[in-house]
């Protein structure tokens, strides 16, 4: 019982600490010859246990990757085009991956449909220098998935209302 | 400000290879054969710049135990100022882009606990008068993409 209670305690602080971690960190480190020791002297633990939470963090999945996330926009793909396809749900699998494998898709998900408006259940992120250059790549996926595309749509940004990055 | 052919370098090796390590840089000044200093310095003044938005882990928000959705609605033109403004105003609201189709307002929730999206969604509905239409991720392609400049 009393290991049990060590136990639950030990992951309580684990909890409590990677907290603690993901808010120091989230909007980015200090770009520093060594950011990571800079952390954790404002976390005020040490620099070891700083980075094996977080190397356990990143083999879960909970950090995604680890380095400058570019800025799109400003560095020329002034065009992003969600497109949203409207394949069977019995071989959505086998076409996410293939439209997930073209370099120019930079995301690409499954997700519900709104019948009869919305029967788009595939949506694939694609960025462009321009509209017609985004156009050629959903030219290139409506190819590849040819008589298996029941109707696809590109929805383009037209303003970003809001931008934050992630906050817990 | 021009991107040099260093900058170009950075930005192409350096979207998710920076190392958990006490010294991080040694492994990416190896890897991209410029000298610690430069890059330092090169990626501050990304940042500065705005050609990085951030620099650093990228945190999944589900895997750690929140919610995460992306939500449409459709909106009046006469509308769409003050509709902006009540989703806007929610901190679960985290992206919010205006799209050109019938259904013209898109946002990603994030939430803290996973219910806590049904939530978020019925204030703004209740807050808007327009339906929200909630479309989280079932399934992800993932590819791991790195824009090349």
Known sequence: MQAQATLDTVNNDHQEL???IIQATQAGLPITRHPYQLVAEQLNIKTSLLLERMKLMQDKGIIRRVG????????GYK?????????????IDSLGEKIGAFEFVSHCYQRPRFLPEWPYNLFAMVHGFSRDEVYEKVAIIADSLG??????????????????GLRI | MELTATDKIIINHLQGNFPLDESPWEAVAELTGIEIDTLIERIQTLQ???????????????????GLSLAAMQVDKSDYESVTEIVNQFEEVAHNYEREHKL??????????????????????TASGY???????????????????
């Open chain 1, 68 to 75: 400058l996330i570019p800025n799109h926009y400003k560095l």
């Open chain 1, 79 to 91: 065009a992003n085009g969600m497109s949203v396809w409207n394949v069977d749900e019995s071989i």
């Open chain 1, 18 to 20: 990677d907290r603690r």
């Open chain 2, 104 to 125: 013209n307002m898109w946002f990603v929730i994030a939430t803290e606990k996973p219910e806590q999206v049904f939530e978020v969604i019925e204030k703004i509905e």
């Open chain 2, 131 to 149: 339906s929200v239409y909630n479309m989280p991720k079932q399934k992800e392609y993932f590819l791991g993409l790195q824009l090349k400049v």
């Open chain 1, 147 to 164: 008589d298996q595309n029941h109707g696809h749509e590109v929805l383009f940004s037209k303003q970003i209302l809001k931008k934050t």
């Open chain 2, 48 to 66: 500065d710049e705005g050609y990085i938005s951030r620099f650093g882990p990228l945190y999944d928000a589900q895997k750690m135990g929140g």
